[in-house]
């Protein structure tokens, strides 16, 4: 889904130190760049209903995973959906 070269610069972006590559950050950063692909995808072929169903999974994990940011660490949060430019 996500090309190895996006994936590492996204990572780079949002890890909390060196060797980080799964903090919650960095999971929501991911996730939302495999869901602008999908949705990319979803509007050349509108009837592909198992990438739909695809998509709706990744949304609720993201967004489950924004509500543990959201509740742990508001100031984190605040900043990540500034820097992804996603609705909270």
């Given at each position: 889904?996500?090309?190895e070269i996006d994936k590492s610069e996204i990572i780079k972006k949002f890890r909390i130190h060196e060797k980080d590559t799964g903090s919650v950050q960095v999971q929501i950063a991911l996730l939302t760049q495999k869901i602008r692909n999908l949705?990319?995808?979803l509007k050349e072929h509108k009837k592909d209903l198992h990438s739909k169903r695809g998509l709706l999974k990744l949304i609720s994990?993201?967004?489950?995973?924004?509500k543990y940011l959201k509740e742990n660490?508001?100031?984190d949060y605040q900043?990540?959906?500034e820097e992804?430019?996603?609705?909270?």
């Open positions: 889904m996500v090309a949705l990319l995808h994990k993201r967004k489950k995973l924004l660490y508001p100031k900043k990540l959906i992804l430019k996603i609705k909270g």
